[in-house]
């Protein structure tokens, strides 16, 4: 891995798809010394939300339809993907053992972060003041939208089970009914020396090429 950003995660794989694919880097990795920032940005400015923008000026200038755009990550880049179908209506997130709450995942990378996309803010001060940059949930109740996902869960990582899937699930129950909700497809698999890794390479482009199809 380089000394520092820009960081383009399986941009190895590029040739192996049939599509054209766009790869980025989180702008909020040069506000600090950290390797995951999940897009948050700034308080004036949620990275993920100006990345969101970008994708559809260059949708435009393409001419291709949100129902062609498929976002794809794991673990944060899971995380990151539903925001941006959210953000770009239409579009379809393929995730794999993703964080759908911040505050639920490790403590030490979490809190880096917050310290430097939320300077001198505590923990339940970025919950209460930026919750729908931190939840999943929350933020598709504040878009009032809810995006077609795929989503990937190794069932043998009791912590992604307890801290993130189920509930992920469980609130997304509670979602208003005047809510544009899409499918969510949960597979399970179950891999104990994966852990919280992603399936392997050729596993995601298989997902990712019936992801496409949802």
């Given at each position: 891995?380089?000394?520092?950003?820009?960081?383009f995660q399986r941009h190895s794989w590029m040739n192996e798809f049939e599509d054209s694919i766009i790869?980025?880097?989180?702008?909020?990795?040069?506000?600090?010394?950290?390797?995951?920032?999940w897009g948050q940005g700034t308080s004036d400015?949620?990275?993920?939300?100006?990345?969101?923008?970008?994708?559809?000026?260059?949708?435009k200038k393409a001419q291709v339809n949100s129902s062609n755009v498929l976002f794809y990550g794991s673990s944060g880049g899971g995380f990151m993907s539903m925001f941006l179908a959210g953000y770009v209506k239409g579009a379809k997130a393929l995730v794999n053992n993703p964080q759908t709450c911040l505050?639920?995942?490790?403590?030490t990378p979490v809190r880096q972060v917050?310290?430097?996309?939320?300077?001198?803010?505590?923990?339940?001060?970025?919950?209460?003041?930026?919750?729908?940059?931190i939840n999943v949930v929350k933020f598709f109740r504040h878009i009032n939208y809810v995006p077609k996902v795929y989503y990937l869960q190794?069932?043998?990582f009791q912590y992604d089970m307890s801290n993130h899937l189920l509930p992920f699930l469980t609130d997304l129950q509670d979602m208003p009914?005047?809510?544009?909700?899409?499918?969510?497809?949960?597979?399970?698999?179950y891999n104990p020396?994966?852990?919280?890794?992603?399936?392997?390479?050729?596993e995601t482009i298989d997902y990712v090429n019936m992801a496409k199809k949802i």
């Open positions: 891995m380089p000394a520092g950003p820009p960081y790869y980025y880097n989180d702008p909020t990795l040069y506000l600090g010394k950290v390797s995951l920032a400015r949620f990275y993920l939300k100006d990345i969101a923008v970008l994708i559809e000026k260059f949708m505050t639920k995942w490790l403590k917050f310290n430097i996309s939320y300077p001198n803010l505590t923990e339940e001060e970025v919950l209460t003041l930026y919750g729908e940059r190794n069932g043998a009914d005047e809510c544009e909700i899409n499918n969510i497809k949960v597979e399970l698999y020396k994966l852990k919280h890794a992603a399936v392997s390479k050729q």
